[in-house]
């Protein structure tokens, strides 16, 4: 049976760092405690990649209960990919939703790493899409600084940055980086070769290219040895090293660059839509955020949207359909349907973040 409106369940994956903690809690987890799940991938059609690690298979791919039965959102959407999809999407992309969104709880700062352009990936990886990613920061745990590394402060050559990564020198890798402060509502994208590490502590809303294609510049962090074959995405490590953007930029530059501030698209007296991310920063996918103390009603585009409640409680409703939402809330609409009625409880704030496809 097709659906307008359909509620998500948790889809938490494995990565090479831990976190967790505060996902558990969201879905309302008995012991809430951090482990080696510290994301939640809302309905990916991406699988993971865990070189390493014992194989699960389909890891990553989201699935939802039809009938008493278990199916993937992929093949959902293979089954009827006018309705979910759009025709202009499929004929394009297939059953692939195009961009993967991610929840990320860290626990412990990230290994540093960086991605490859589209370009880059194109050429060497055999891969339609690179990984640009997206920061929504959603919060921070009380007592950690929140911030991120990103971009290098005081950058190394080319020659010098292998011989970093290579031998493991990891007092002349730290020194290339300053900590760049970040706190809730900001919003911040990530291009291809920007080296990068989310700092402990830090919940964020992670929208990206639909690869987990990655070179992770540190092998150890905190215990946690990232295995040879995930290091370098399969290819000769000075060849995966040359992905790295060598531009040098102070934090006050990084912030000017990678720092997005939000567009309001309409103001209303209890309603405000503003679009957080755009054709200015990826064609791959849009994120939008709507606040609203009261109802609105949300007019879309032929495409499915995907929402995830960063503030408040309240009801979100396509044609017929009904469903009660919270902080954590993750659901999707299809393509078909036309407008999303979202109502606020008690008339405290709601805000839910959407992302859709790009051009």
């Given at each position: 049976m097709k659906k307008n409106l359909i509620p998500l369940p948790p889809n938490r994956v494995r990565r090479n760092y831990l976190g967790g903690m505060i996902l558990d809690q969201l879905s309302g987890q008995p012991d809430p405690k951090d482990g080696n799940r510290p994301e939640e991938w809302i309905a990916s059609t991406s699988e993971a990649c865990n070189p390493g690690l014992k194989d699960i298979?389909?890891?990553?791919?989201?699935?939802i209960t039809e009938n008493n039965q278990s199916i993937s959102l992929k093949d959902l959407f293979a089954e009827e990919p006018e309705f979910y999809l759009g025709k202009e999407h499929y004929n394009k992309l297939g059953n692939n939703l195009g961009f993967l969104a991610k929840l990320l709880d860290s626990s412990m700062r990230l290994h540093l790493?960086?991605?490859?352009?589209?370009?880059?990936?194109?050429?060497?990886?055999?891969?339609?899409?690179?990984?640009?990613?997206?920061?929504?920061i959603l919060d921070v745990r009380p007592d950690c600084e929140g911030y991120i590394w990103l971009g290098f402060q005081?950058?190394?050559?080319?020659?010098?940055?292998?011989?970093i990564?290579?031998?493991?020198?990891?007092?002349?890798?730290h020194k290339c980086f300053e900590k760049v402060p970040v706190k809730k509502g900001e919003v911040w994208v990530i291009p291809g070769g920007i080296p990068h590490a989310i700092g402990e502590g830090v919940l964020v809303?992670?929208?990206?290219?639909?690869?987990?294609?990655?070179?992770?510049?540190?092998?150890?962090?905190?215990?946690?040895?990232?295995?040879?074959?995930?290091?370098?995405?399969g290819i000769d490590p000075e060849q995966a090293l040359e992905i790295f953007d060598l531009e040098q930029n102070s934090i006050e530059e990084i912030h000017n660059k990678c720092a997005v501030t939000p567009i309001m698209l309409e103001s209303t007296n209890n309603s405000t839509i503003e679009l957080l991310i755009g054709k200015e920063q990826t064609n791959c996918f849009t994120i939008r955020r709507l606040k609203t103390t009261a109802t609105y009603t949300l007019t879309k585009e032929n495409l499915i949207y995907i929402g995830i409640v960063a503030k408040g409680s309240g009801t979100v409703t396509v044609e017929n359909e009904k469903i009660n939402v919270e902080v954590g809330s993750t659901f999707l609409v299809s393509a078909n349907a036309n407008n999303i009625e979202?109502?606020?409880?008690?008339?405290?704030?709601?805000?839910?973040?959407?992302?859709s496809p790009g051009n």
């Amino acid at each position: 049976m097709k659906k307008n409106l359909i509620p998500l369940p948790p889809n938490r994956v494995r990565r090479n760092y831990l976190g967790g903690m505060i996902l558990d809690q969201l879905s309302g987890q008995p012991d809430p405690k951090d482990g080696n799940r510290p994301e939640e991938w809302i309905a990916s059609t991406s699988e993971a990649c865990n070189p390493g690690l014992k194989d699960i298979p389909n890891e990553g791919l989201a699935h939802i209960t039809e009938n008493n039965q278990s199916i993937s959102l992929k093949d959902l959407f293979a089954e009827e990919p006018e309705f979910y999809l759009g025709k202009e999407h499929y004929n394009k992309l297939g059953n692939n939703l195009g961009f993967l969104a991610k929840l990320l709880d860290s626990s412990m700062r990230l290994h540093l790493q960086a991605h490859p352009t589209a370009e880059y990936a194109q050429k060497h990886l055999n891969s339609q899409w690179g990984k640009l990613e997206t920061y929504y920061i959603l919060d921070v745990r009380p007592d950690c600084e929140g911030y991120i590394w990103l971009g290098f402060q005081h950058a190394p050559t080319q020659e010098e940055w292998n011989r970093i990564v290579l031998t493991q020198d990891m007092a002349a890798m730290h020194k290339c980086f300053e900590k760049v402060p970040v706190k809730k509502g900001e919003v911040w994208v990530i291009p291809g070769g920007i080296p990068h590490a989310i700092g402990e502590g830090v919940l964020v809303l992670e929208v990206m290219e639909p690869t987990d294609l990655v070179v992770r510049c540190e092998f150890e962090r905190q215990g946690i040895v990232v295995p040879p074959d995930a290091r370098f995405m399969g290819i000769d490590p000075e060849q995966a090293l040359e992905i790295f953007d060598l531009e040098q930029n102070s934090i006050e530059e990084i912030h000017n660059k990678c720092a997005v501030t939000p567009i309001m698209l309409e103001s209303t007296n209890n309603s405000t839509i503003e679009l957080l991310i755009g054709k200015e920063q990826t064609n791959c996918f849009t994120i939008r955020r709507l606040k609203t103390t009261a109802t609105y009603t949300l007019t879309k585009e032929n495409l499915i949207y995907i929402g995830i409640v960063a503030k408040g409680s309240g009801t979100v409703t396509v044609e017929n359909e009904k469903i009660n939402v919270e902080v954590g809330s993750t659901f999707l609409v299809s393509a078909n349907a036309n407008n999303i009625e979202i109502t606020s409880r008690d008339s405290a704030e709601l805000e839910i973040l959407f992302c859709s496809p790009g051009n």
